[in-house]
């Protein structure tokens, strides 16, 4: 048997509406992604969406876009993506990490307070596997003037007591990357409720030109000028063909993987020595990331004998602080941060994904328990 890490959702629907795209004039960003965006504005319940190529640049977008610059710090998390702390550094401003509750994983909003200072200019929290930080409290604990920006690469079907991302924050930002639960292969959107925002993440997607080429091709010509320094992040039509029928399935896909989430659960607690991250009871959880906690000393072992048996695995995350340009740079430590170190010493990431079948889940949890326990 091979269970891979992931496979992806894609179907003769996505196969032809990104045919209908590649056999018509426009190739760029226009008609799919104006559509694609109504459509988010749609399952986000009114609030305004822009489409980019990927978390990544959407990070760097939102933070340089809402003043984020040399000398500020911004407030995360070091359990998660490199990605979360890169585009802060791109934005030439700190992270300062903040160490993460040891059952979710999620950064420890009791522990901001202590950071905060005159120099703090956002928090970005990260929803870690899909179980979101709990905003309304963050938002309660953090001075107005301080943005709030989510990482909510995990968490687009998530909510946490009715509160979707982006929805009283400043802005959220998701990514279509090849693993995540929606994929165009590389991809990101951000969304939010302030809409002036959205209307200049959609310049400075755009090299900061006030016109786009989709603009400037529908209507009679007009000349664009560049009203401020902007990136060329914007995303491809090939790719948000491929978004659309995904996001219509979006709460069916979540449901199967609910089904097998709960399965897992299941196999998973009849196995001695594993622990996992711990779900609240007021949080809708995303199901994307299906990660379990086994002794340190044993986790490379497992790793790599559940790849010997054909299992897909991943880790995580290795904190980021202890990666060799941050640790070097901010003069990190081993012990700085307890809680993240221990998970990303213990952490596996097991497959996940609609297409997972019980009889795979099986397999991965046999295997798991005689590399843990014998
Ligand atoms: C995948 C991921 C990112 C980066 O997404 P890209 O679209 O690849 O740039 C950022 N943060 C987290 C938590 C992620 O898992």
Known sequence: MKVDFYRH??????????????????????????????????????????????????GHLTLYTLGIKKNDEVITTPLSFVATSNVIEYNNATPIFIDVDKYTGNIDIEKIRSALNSKTKAVLPVHLYGQMVDIQKLRNITPKNILIIEDAAHAFESNFNGIKPGQISNAAIFSFYATKSLTSGEGGAIISSNEKLIEKLRKVRNHGITKSTFERYRKKYEHYDMEFLGFKYNLTDIQASLLLNQLRQAEKLWKRRKLLWEYYDYKITNIKNIDKPRILSNSKHSYYLYTVWVPPRKRDKVLLGLQQKNIGVGVNFRPIHLMRYFKKKYNYKEGDFPNAELIGKRTITLPFYPKLTKVEIDYVCTNLNKLVNY
């Open 9 to 58: 959702n894609l179907t003769n629907i996505d196969f032809k509406n990104c045919l209908k795209v590649l056999k018509s004039l426009f190739l760029t960003t226009g008609p799919v992604n104006l559509k694609l965006e109504n459509n988010l504005r749609l399952y986000f319940n009114g609030m305004n969406s822009a489409t980019v190529s990927s978390w990544t640049a959407g």
